[in-house]
């Protein structure tokens, strides 16, 4: 059985779309509808724009799931029996097996980027990546630091988790990670504390927004990063979504999932093999491939 998964933020570069842009006439309708939408012209940044436009926040999350949806959109090779996608890349898998429109999913990325920015303002945070621990060792140091919010946000592969928090819990979680064991605890260049209670402003306007918009069961399940396992009923979908910004991102197990229920081959839909990456160390013997 084939997933096809799709990456999250972190995964964009300069130049991505451009060939699709030039080459399908489809998906240039998509990039235009999608510069309609927003009210500036975001296909100009994803492909003439620096390193440095790309990683603003209002920029990075659209131009991921334009990516990666316009691509899923315009592929004859996109046939899932499954999706998935990390954390920012729920939403396209969710455009991309119908459960969401095209216009919808976009709205609802932007919509995110500005309030997880907004987020990031009130409360000074952010992330940090812990390699070579066991997840119940880091969960335990993370639940031990008092008077500061520290809490696992990514369960990315074995011995990889990524933490997100307060600016000093983070800084005191990696001190005491690295003094029992951790082969590295590596501060992320991100804006604030994904995936943590501190996303709760965020979390309040994005519910209103989801609450608000049209969701259809999609074409076939989504293994969603809240519940790690195969959901095909809207009501339950958008809840797993809604929970999303302050709850941690399980891919872990929601690659152990797909697995058991028969996938073998993933398939990323999207910009980089972040993902790929990921799944070969949770399951050695998966194929892995691009769309």
Known sequence: MKAVVFPGQGAQFPGMGKSLYEENPKAKVLFEQANSILGFRISD????????????????????????????????????????????????????????????????VYQ?????????????????????????????????????????????????????????????ACE?????????ALPLPVGGAFHSPLMEPAREKLQKAIESTQFKAPSCPIY?????????????????????????????QSVQHMVADGASLFVECGPGKVLQGLIKKIHPEAEVASL
């Open 45 to 108: 940044i994803l492909f003439e724009g620096s390193e440095d436009e790309l990683k603003q926040t209002n920029v990075t999350q659209p131009a991921i799931f334009l990516h990666s949806v316009i691509l899923a959109k315009t592929s004859s090779q996109f046939a899932p029996d499954m999706v998935a996608g990390h954390s920012l890349g729920e939403f396209s898998a969710l455009v991309a097996s119908g459960a969401l429109e095209f216009e919808d999913g976009l709205r609802l």
């Open 112 to 172: 995110r980027a500005l309030a997880m920015q907004e987020a990031c303002e009130i409360n000074p945070s952010s992330m940090a990546a812990i390699l070579g621990l066991e997840d119940a060792l880091v969960e335990k140091i993370c639940s031990e630091i008092s008077g500061e919010v520290v809490v696992p946000a990514n369960y990315n592969c074995p011995g990889q988790l990524v933490i997100s928090g307060s600016t000093k819990g983070i800084e005191m």
């Open 176 to 184: 005491l990670l690295k003094a029992a064991g951790a082969k590295r």
């Open 224 to 252: 969603q990063n809240v519940s790690t396992k195969a959901e095909r009923e809207v009501e339950t979908i958008k809840k797993n979504l809604i929970a999303q910004l302050t709850a941690p991102v399980k891919w872990t």
